[in-house]
């Protein structure tokens, strides 16, 4: 479908387009962020976007793990110490 879209398709554009996807909240915001890339604006790369979006899983709400914080990685190297060796005497 990228080829009605674009014409032409390409493997690297269409992996740049499915992380924008995951990435944007909505249909609207992934149309939007493909306006910004020079995508043209009309009825086929509105409707590539809905179909795009609707087609990647999304995760639940509190269902996925976060992502660590600086302050998180901080804490956790805190309980690290290095190790001696046997050399040492």
């Given at each position: 479908?990228?080829?009605?879209?674009?014409?032409?398709?390409?493997?690297?554009?269409?992996?740049?387009?499915?992380?924008?996807?995951?990435?944007?909240?909505?249909?609207?915001?992934?149309?939007?962020?493909?306006?910004?890339?020079d995508?043209?604006?009309?009825?086929?790369?509105?409707?590539?976007?809905?179909?795009?979006?609707?087609?990647?899983?999304?995760?639940?709400?509190?269902?996925?793990?976060?992502?660590?914080?600086?302050?998180?990685m901080?804490?956790?190297s805190?309980?690290?110490?290095?190790?001696?060796?046997?050399?040492?005497?």
């Amino acid at each position: 479908q990228l080829h009605a879209v674009l014409g032409y398709s390409e493997s690297t554009l269409a992996q740049y387009l499915i992380a924008v996807a995951a990435k944007s909240g909505s249909a609207a915001a992934l149309h939007a962020q493909m306006l910004q890339s020079d995508i043209p604006d009309n009825d086929v790369s509105r409707q590539f976007a809905q179909e795009l979006f609707a087609r990647l899983p999304r995760q639940k709400k509190g269902g996925g793990r976060r992502q660590p914080t600086q302050a998180d990685m901080v804490r956790d190297s805190a309980r690290y110490a290095l190790v001696g060796s046997d050399d040492e005497g």
